[in-house]
């Protein structure tokens, strides 16, 4: 069986000149991927330092580790300057870049409705997010794009000389309902999930086995082979505590490979919140990944 690839969510909260060496650490201690999450304020925290920026500025200062956003969505975000932004980073990193996408929130704290254009209904944010990923995929691919959706359009736009990787960047999407995994069999390079289907039986990763199950289904269902999508599970949201011992994290991390996920995602540990660790055991988590003795 082989160990998942690990990521770290980052915390853009403080200055660049502070967050700067965490960004470059992250990379030294040998993670395979870095993310930020995509808000104006989330859950109330402020400051939170916008996306893309921080991406841009990360870039410029990392050379191996992959970056992207985890995640971003439409709640306030249109994909003609979204593809933009992402084509800029793309060059800045080098081809490191990867956009994990979702459907967005309803709570103000998750930025739902910031734009004030009324609740969404369940009905419409799926809508829309539908045809924002198609558009921003168009988009990406290039090199002219006009589009007229019912919420979304774009007209006459250049995207030369497009993406550093091709055909784009990858999309990694957030999704556990029908649609959603509908959307992650077309458009996406990986699959995320928070690990909570919202079902009472079993553990956390027998949810997650279930929501395998239904993603690799949707892939059958667009003639695709699952074995082609990689499937990330975002720590943190289940009772579960992989980082309380090295030991901990090697029991996890071979449960939700069993399950079927290819990459995990630790958040960096921030005292006093739920994300809260000894960074001591962070750090040898991190040695036996970058060493490669991580032994399931």
């Known amino acids: 069986m082989r ?20 960004w470059q650490r992250a990379e030294d201690l040998g993670f395979a991927h870095a993310w930020v999450y995509d808000h104006v304020a989330w859950r109330g925290t402020t400051p939170w330092h916008e996306a893309y920026a921080t991406l841009a500025a990360a870039a410029a200062v990392t050379g191996r580790i992959r970056l992207g956003t985890l995640v971003t969505s439409p709640n306030f975000r249109h994909p ?12 800045i990193s080098g081809g490191r870049l990867q956009i994990a996408i979702g459907a967005g929130g309803t709570a103000p704290t ?40 019912k919420f979304y359009s774009a007209q ?5 000389p497009g993406c550093l990787q091709s055909p784009r960047v990858p999309f990694a999407i957030a999704a556990t309902g029908r649609r959603g995994m ?17 079902a009472a039986e079993g553990s956390p990763a027998d949810g997650v086995r279930r ?8 892939c059958r269902l667009e003639g695709r082979d699952p074995g082609g999508l990689r499937r990330l599970l975002l720590t943190g949201f289940t009772d579960e505590r992989p980082l309380e011992s090295p030991e901990a994290f090697r029991d996890f991390a071979g449960r939700y490979a069993e399950a079927g ?3 995990l995602v ?21 040695a036996e990944l970058a060493d490669g003795t991580l032994a399931l």
């Open 3 to 22: 160990a998942p690839r690990v990521g770290v969510a980052m915390w853009p909260m403080e200055s660049w000149p502070q967050s700067r060496g965490l």
């Open 80 to 91: 003609v300057p979204t593809a933009h932004a992402i084509k800029t980073i793309d060059d």
């Open 110 to 149: 998750s930025d739902g409705g910031i734009l004030d254009d009324g609740p969404w209904s369940p009905s419409e944010r799926a809508d829309r997010f539908a045809e924002w990923v198609e558009l921003l995929d168009l988009l990406l691919r290039g090199p002219r794009t006009t589009f007229a959706g």
């Open 156 to 160: 006459e736009v250049l995207t030369e």
């Open 182 to 198: 509908g959307l992650a069999a077309r458009f996406g390079d990986m699959w995320v999930t928070t690990g909570d289907d919202g």
């Open 211 to 218: 929501q395998v199950k239904r993603l690799e289904e949707a």
């Open 261 to 263: 996920i290819t990459d």
């Open 266 to 286: 630790l958040h960096w540990p921030r005292p006093d919140s739920p994300w809260a660790a000894d960074m001591r055991i962070f750090e040898a988590v991190a």
